[in-house]
């Protein structure tokens, strides 16, 4: 299993702004996910953070407005940039620890922006 | 892309009764089906997961069964407890394990008294 910490839990940001939110692992893992979750909806996988090199986006996410960062196997950050509200949502953070093995993820931080 | 539908988006039980909740993908590359259980203000759990290459997996009260020809995979909830109340979400990935996956959009699941 795999203990994920997430900073901030929650934050409430003025548009035009930009948050970096971490994800911390209490162990190395191999693959790191960064998710978002629209109030009272599903999940959408933003990218897939690689250590050592650009994070791969998935169709709809750029890295302009959704920078990652994965300096190493238990860590990892997302920043929103330039923050509208329609960015309010949960963002989560999301592990493997092993090839085959399940995704574990974080509790999530909270973003509103007003 | 993969498309993952839901269904239903809410179900409402009472305790003991038995929940099924359905899933449809569109994506036959699809070989690796979690189920999820979010509860407030918490990550998702992952309670039970099957690959393409069998039809039925069970967890004590928990099964899932997948029709690959068919494109579907039910979670299936038996002896259900109020500590079931949470809202489950199915995922479907191409690449055999949890990396890609797309998520359906969520079931509210009520166990009531």
């Known amino acids: 299993s795999a203990v994920i910490s997430q900073k901030p839990s929650r934050d409430i940001c003025q548009r035009g702004t930009s948050l970096t939110i971490q994800c911390q692992v209490d162990?190395?893992?191999?693959?790191m996910f960064w998710y978002r979750q629209q109030p009272g909806q599903s999940l959408t996988l933003i990218a897939t953070?690689?250590?050592?090199?650009?994070?791969?986006?998935e169709s709809g996410f750029v890295i302009d407005k959704f920078p990652i960062s994965r300096p190493n196997l238990t860590f990892s950050t997302l920043t929103v940039s330039n923050m509208s509200p329609e960015d309010s949502s949960i963002y989560l953070c999301?592990?493997?620890?092993?090839?085959?093995?399940?995704?574990?993820f974080g509790q999530g931080t909270r973003l509103t922006v007003v | 892309g993969e498309n993952v539908e839901q269904h239903p988006s809410t179900l409402s039980v009472q305790e003991g009764d038995s929940a099924v909740i359905k899933c449809t993908y569109s994506?036959?590359?699809?070989?690796?089906f979690p189920w999820y259980k979010q509860e407030l203000g918490k990550g998702p759990q992952l309670i039970i997961d099957?690959?393409?290459?069998?039809g039925e997996k069970k967890d004590q009260r928990i099964a899932v069964t997948l029709n690959k020809t068919a494109k579907h995979f039910s979670l299936h909830i038996t002896e259900t407890q109020p500590e079931d109340s949470a809202v489950y979400f199915c995922?479907?990935?191409?690449?055999?394990?949890?990396?890609?996956?797309?998520f359906g959009t969520g079931t509210r699941l009520q166990v009531t008294l």
């Open positions: 162990s190395q893992v191999t693959m």
């Open positions: 994506d036959s590359a699809s070989n690796y």
């Open positions: 953070a690689n250590q050592g090199s650009e994070a791969t986006y």
């Open positions: 995922a479907a990935s191409p690449t055999g394990t949890a990396s890609k996956l797309t």
């Open positions: 099957i690959r393409s290459n069998v």
């Open positions: 999301s592990v493997q620890t092993g090839r085959n093995t399940e995704a574990f």
